[in-house]
């Protein structure tokens, strides 16, 4: 058994696996007794398996999983620790923005007795304002309105040992928002800074419609406020049209009236607008719910460079 298993997902990053695969064995050499390093390739449409697969052959700590199809780089995190032999599991993405040279300085955090070791990003090189922006205002909102803390200004570089694998690996989610997940099973955990580095070749795998997607499952997985907000929005919209009938009757026995045309469509225009929104929030959660239900995997292994059997990953319990 190696002491650390280091997960890479990789999609369509055909240019990145070997320089990366170069930084993060430069990185680990001599570092741990024991080290393998384990590629997802989550369904890429170029030559990133062809690549793996060369690095397998060459490196004999080189194992990798390629996905039937493209079922997203949450599921890939997850393959990658399902399948990691590692007393120690650290998850890096494969587009070298977060640096392996970290890496060591986790390790060294975990042998003082820390279970948790997670990146927390100083600077962030490369990226538009608005994106920088948008980050930091969800990472804040989400601290706000949830019951678990979750690190702001950190993603899924991190470094998890034997008893936070252990437990992660029992979570049953479908929508998996990992860096949560880590969060709320505990343990000692601390963090290590970084600066996090510009994207040098390819393109982003996060586009705003992806973003959104990911903020969404982050929210419904570990807070009900949106629920409680849909409830006290309810309260107030009711509590506004019982005073306005009130009004309405009370002028109508004074004798004062008006056509009322624009009055009358705002009232409705707004309460079908909020009936709407709630309905929608509404949705969110049972769409979850219902994913949840069909009980369907996470994930399904296409291909194995080691030559082990296994399509569906093993089965989490309900409970």
Known sequence: MPELTVVIPEYNEENNVVPMHGRLVDALAELVNGLEILYVDDGSSDGTWAQICGLAERDPQVRGLRFARNFGHQAALTAGVDAARGRAVVIIDGDMQDPPEVIPEMVARWREGFEVVYGQREKREGETWFKRVTASLFYRILQRITNVEIPVDTGDFRLMGPRAVTAFRALPERNRFIRGLVSWIGFPQTAVLYHRQARQTGETKFPVRKMIRFALDGIT???????????????????????????????????????????????????????????????????????????????????????????????????
């Not at 006290?232 to 005073?243: D, E, H, Q």
């Not at 969110?284 to 219902?290: H, P, S, V």
Request: charged residues 15%; aromatic residues 14%; neutral net charge.
């Open 221 to 319: 997985s570990f807070s009900f406020f949106p629920l409680r907000l849909a409830t006290w929005t309810g309260f107030a919209v009711s509590t506004f049209a019982f005073l306005y009938i009130v009004v309405v009757l009370a002028l109508k026995a004074l004798g004062v009236s008006w056509l009322g045309y624009t009055s009358l469509m705002a009232s409705i225009l707004f309460l079908g607008g909020v009936q709407l929104l709630m309905i929608g929030i509404l949705g969110e959660y049972m769409a979850r719910i219902f994913d949840e239900v069909k009980r369907r995997p996470l994930y399904l292994v296409g291909e194995r460079t080691d030559g082990e059997e296994g399509v569906i990953p093993p089965e989490r319990p309900l409970a």
